[in-house]
């Protein structure tokens, strides 16, 4: 057995090791919504993903109060959940301030 031979047996033996340690970290993601919005949690993702990128294209997002900086989501929010291509998506109002707290933790 060659020197070449033993770090191939050695790179299997790590990659193996590697593989096992990514299936450990394999989480089920839980979400803040309640059962019935699960069907449709990829629109509200969606949404979401619209909200951060609207406020990271909003130079003067920072100088907004906290409470006109939920009101500019909530206000996003409902424009969106009014569109045709959202009409399936229905929330409650406890359900919008969990987005709106949602969307202000991740920035």
Known sequence: MGLSDRFKDEKKKSSAK????????VVEKKSAYPSHVQADLE???????????????????????ETEQKKLIRDYLNARLALPENA????????????????????
């Open 18 to 25: 590697k593989s096992d340690k990514k299936a450990e970290k």
């Open 43 to 65: 629109m509200l993702e969606d949404i979401e993903c619209m909200v951060l990128n609207k406020i990271a294209y909003t130079p003067v997002w920072f100088e907004f109060t």
């Open 88 to 107: 399936a998506l229905i929330l409650t109002e406890a359900e919008k301030d969990i987005f709106v707290t949602r969307i202000l933790a991740s920035i």
